[in-house]
């Protein structure tokens, strides 16, 4: 008996370490740490994007399903997250990674993520997260002034009031979408005489109640993603999230809005929202937030911007501006793990209003009750970290007049990217940067020539192949993992409205370069002149060349 009670012994006592902070560096665990350190570092400083390995074979590494039966040493581990994880990741903080909105993050976030993870704190309850509380009011303070500008007076009064929120923290941009929209939805159909509110009754006593059909939230065609979630799970309906057509700089159409509108109420249907777009995923332009929030006032519906990109734009004496109107929003979404430059996990939401969250509280016996200074009161999430910790980090360590200069040079940057792709002769600009990001397409010289004089389904026809040679193009220069843009969808007027794919480039890293810059294009000229473009592009030749002789013969 003594001896099969001894490997379970020593079992608890490799348990026991494992939950023990190292006290020296030289200790088996903090040689651990360090390796791992010294290889992210590693990592971080190269400056390739990824190693070329097929993801299938990537795949292999993690088709185990059975849970390791016996505890093992963490240095182990460390070396499978060296071989395994850290060396087959991308490296989004690569200055030649400008396909995402994810970015470098500033080094000082690293050793901080590490006091976030230690202290272990909950943000559910005030109980488990005694400084954090507090910290995360005044981080949603600070965002809240710089969108709503209120007096010292104001944030007085709210910033620590116990009984409201200027906003909430969530893990991003989608989850906060859905709670403004929530918050929107439960204050429409609100408790009334006859009615105790929808979140109690539900939506079809509350569609009754307003004597309506059903409810509907507009947003421009380059809306999020996100809002559809947040209808379906709303119970709105995916239908009812109406897509309005957009101008030649990717705005959304007002008059086709009002259109949309007239339409809706013709049909019983009631606006829940409006949804301004303060820089498209696709595009980063801006809607007419001034002229929106005049119709959501006309409407006497809730207005809500969605800035998850384009809100740290607001830090810029210079380009501020361009978001003119988002003050008068009733809620608006910022994600701070991207031009925030947090790490993910960090968005907000952020209302006019500090009532408004009061109609979606939640409280429970033993958590959350009432009259407490517990955030999850008023969350969608439950129990989540303390992430308005880097958050604050960031706003105390760089400042405003320091994200004014990423703000600025990243825009100054998708400018000057622009001018190159303009110059290029084999390059053509499909929209031009209003913020950060912009589009663009291989599209030789010769080619442009033939489009500019090609009938309606000519151009479509040549569309199509150069759609092909952007995919294969964009695909090739992800696996060559030295540099990285992706491609998206777009619609240009030139075009007669056909989709036409493109690359998309996202300016935020600020060790981007403009020689790095040069080096996509180059890259990307290398790639139109391998066999499998040659052959696409060899296939509009022809076509031209029949399109000109049937005219001959015409």
């Known amino acids: 008996m003594p001896r099969s009670r001894e490997p379970a012994q020593a079992s608890l006592e490799n348990l026991y370490r494992i939950f023990t902070v190292p006290e020296a560096p030289d200790s088996t665990l903090g040689q651990i740490d360090q390796a791992i350190s010294d290889n992210l570092m590693g990592f971080l400083q190269d400056h390739i994007v990824a190693v070329e390995r097929d993801l299938v074979e990537i795949e292999r590494d993690f088709s185990q399903s059975r849970i ?70 005044q981080v949603l303070g600070m965002l809240h002034r710089l969108i709503y500008d209120r007096d010292d007076g104001f944030y007085d009064q709210w910033i620590q009031d116990s009984r409201h929120a200027l906003g909430a923290f969530c893990s991003g941009g989608t989850i906060a979408n859905l709670t403004a929209l929530w918050a929107a939805r439960n204050r429409l159909c609100g408790p009334a005489e006859g009615f105790r509110g929808i979140a109690r009754e539900g939506m079809f006593k509350a569609l009754r109640h307003l004597d309506c059909n059903g409810l509907a939230v507009l947003v421009s065609r380059r809306g999020h993603y996100s809002l559809g979630k947040a209808v379906d799970v709303l119970g709105i309906g995916r239908d009812n999230l109406i897509t309005v057509e957009t101008d030649d700089y ?69 380009h501020r501006g361009l978001l003119k109107g988002i003050e008068r929003a009733d809620s608006v979404t910022i994600d701070a793990h991207k031009q925030l430059y947090v790490p993910m996990g960090a968005g907000m939401v952020l209302f006019k209003d ?30 989540r970290p303390g992430m308005a910790m880097l958050v604050h980090a960031g706003l105390s360590i760089i400042g405003r007049k320091g994200y004014e200069i990423l703000i600025d040079q990243g825009i100054e940057r998708a400018r000057r990217f622009a001018q190159l792709i303009d110059a290029h002769p084999d390059f053509e600009l499909v929209t ?14 010769w080619v442009q020539r033939e489009l500019a004089a090609a009938v309606a389904e000519q151009a479509a026809r040549i569309n ?16 060559n993992g030295r540099t990285f843009v992706s491609r998206t969808r777009l619609a240009p007027g030139r075009y007669r409205g056909d989709d036409i794919t493109v690359f998309r480039v996202v300016m935020a890293n600020p060790l981007t370069t403009e020689k790095i810059l040069a ?30 002789q049937r005219s001959a013969c015409g």
Not at 91 to 117: E, K, N, Q
Not at 471 to 476: D, F, I, L, V, Y
Not at 519 to 534: D, H, K, R, T
């Open 250 to 318: 990717n705005r959304i159409d007002m008059k086709k809005l009002r259109q949309h509108c007239a339409r809706l109420q013709s049909e019983g249907i009631r606006p829940l929202s409006l949804v301004g777009v303060a820089g498209t995923t696709e595009t980063g332009n801006i809607d007419p937030l001034d002229e929106l929030a005049d119709l959501a006032q006309e409407l006497g519906c809730h207005y809500h911007v969605d800035a998850a990109w384009g809100g740290p734009t607001l830090l810029s004496s210079t």
């Open 432 to 445: 031009e940067p209003e913020l950060n990001i912009l589009t663009y397409r291989y599209n030789p010289a």
């Open 519 to 548: 080096s996509v294009l180059e890259e990307q000229c290398e790639m139109a002149g391998q066999e499998e473009n040659l052959v696409l592009l060899e296939q509009i030749s022809r076509l031209c060349a029949r399109t000109e």
């Open 68 to 137: 390791p039966e016996e505890p093992t040493f963490v240095s182990n581990y460390t070396e499978f997250l060296k071989e395994k994880v850290v060396s087959q990741s991308v490296h989004t903080a690569s200055p030649g990674f400008i396909g995402h909105m994810t970015s470098a993050l500033p080094y000082f976030m690293l050793p901080l993520s590490r006091v976030l993870t230690a202290l272990n704190q909950n943000l559910v309850k005030v109980e488990t997260s005694r400084a954090f509380t507090p910290m995360e009011r």
């Open 464 to 479: 199509e192949i150069l759609d092909k040679v952007t995919e294969t193009m964009q695909k090739r220069q992800r696996e």
């Open 354 to 383: 500090p009532a408004s969250l009061a109609s979606i509280e939640h409280h429970a016996a033993y958590i959350l009750r009432e009259g407490s200074r517990d955030l999850g009161s008023h969350t969608l999430e439950g129990s």
